[in-house]
């Protein structure tokens, strides 16, 4: 089942695809300069839409998984994850009362776990810049996904779509192809499903 999250991106998709696209489309595939003008814009705008969902959610599975843990719950994959994720780990003391006495070197298990969540934050908050795969792998690699938990061809689609998303962004549409907004709307739905799917996995972890 689908987070609550996932069906505001939803919902809001829907709202761009009626303000942006044409309704009905053309069948000749060929349309006014103001409406390639619109197709870029809804690009880039779902672009931002599905970048701020899989950063809130990222944030969001992690906050539960160490909150769980504190309850007294059983560690979850997604805490072993983000522990072995982890890009610079503290070392381990040589004895008892080195640890307790040097604890900014040597700290205990629930700082390392919040180091590793406030990590995780800090990427997916002030770092990340995108949902390509490099940024996607990123995030999904510290919350417990495997690499065969993700769909290649899906991560491959979405790499093209946002590439082709930061040429609208950042040059001039003299220099793009025109984007059919049939095509576009095509692409953008196969993104939110997979988006989807992540999705429903990470309620799974």
Known sequence: MASSRFEELEKRIGELRNYFLP???????LYDEIVYEHTR????LTHAEFESFIEDRVIEVVDEAVSEWKAGEAISIILLAALAYRESAPPIPGSVGEAASKRDKYPTLEARIEAARSDLHR????????????????????IGFQETEIDSTWLSATETWATARGDAAHKTAKLQVQPDPQNELKTVLLVLEGFRELDVQMESK
């Open 23 to 29: 309704q009905p489309f053309d069948p000749t595939g």
């Open 41 to 44: 814009a809804f690009r880039v």
């Open 123 to 142: 990427y997916a908050r002030n770092q990340n810049h995108g949902i390509k795969e490099k940024n996607l792998l990123r995030m999904l690699l510290p």
